[in-house]
């Protein structure tokens, strides 16, 4: 984590955040529904997170240095603000939580039950159960996605496995990489 400039973090004090937080809202929202939640377009996010909850990271992220807004470049603290945000919920929408959580959730009833019907036919675990055993080779893999799947956020995995938060974005762009190939063999299998 970078630190953040006296003169920036004064910046950030003084800013009206009573006007900019309800525009950063609208944003999010309006950009949550022209996204596509796993093949799905608009609709609930995955893991529960709301346009809130996105304002709110951006924030907190500017303000603890990890985006680092240069005044010089982006006068307007605003406009900055706007490009964190649509890259938290692109970044959101192509994470494995969302693939994964969204394949399962957008499963009707009788999809869910062919899914186990392919499921027990070539193998007796679930799908999810199935990945992990296709991961077991790589137990960080293994510890990652359960701790994903249950909804943990990188930098909370991070603290758990004490390691660097990039190795675990790291780790989670190779699980992601590691779950399309896997679908697409269970899909060419079907």
């Keep these: 984590m970078n630190e953040v400039p006296a003169d920036i973090k004064a910046l950030l004090d003084e800013h009206d955040w009573d006007d900019t937080i309800p525009r950063l809202i609208k944003y999010a929202f309006t950009k949550i529904r022209q996204m596509s939640w796993y093949q799905q377009q608009g609709g609930q996010v995955a893991a529960g997170k709301m346009a809130e909850d996105f304002v709110m990271d951006a924030i907190l992220k500017v303000y603890r240095g990890q985006r680092q807004w240069d005044p010089q470049t982006v006068p307007d603290l605003l406009v900055y603000l706007f490009g964190v945000v649509r890259s938290e919920i692109h970044h959101h929408s192509q994470s494995l939580e969302n693939r994964c959580l969204r394949f399962l959730e957008t499963l009707s009833d009788q999809h869910r039950k062919d899914a186990e019907?392919?499921?027990?036919?070539?193998?007796?675990?679930?799908?999810m159960e199935g990945?992990?055993?296709?991961?077991?080779?790589?137990?960080r893999l293994v510890r990652v996605a359960t701790l994903a799947a249950a909804g943990r956020k990188p930098r909370?995995?991070?603290?758990?496995?004490?390691?660097?938060?990039?190795?675990?974005?790291?780790?989670?762009k190779l699980l992601?990489?590691?779950?399309?190939?896997y679908l697409a063999r269970r899909q060419d299998a079907s």
């Design 117 to 127: 019907a392919i499921d027990t036919s070539d193998a007796p675990e679930g799908f």
């Design 131 to 139: 990945f992990l055993k296709e991961i077991e080779d790589e137990p």
């Design 156 to 172: 909370e995995i991070a603290e758990e496995l004490r390691l660097p938060v990039t190795s675990i974005y790291n780790t989670r």
């Design 176 to 181: 992601q990489r590691r779950l399309e190939e």
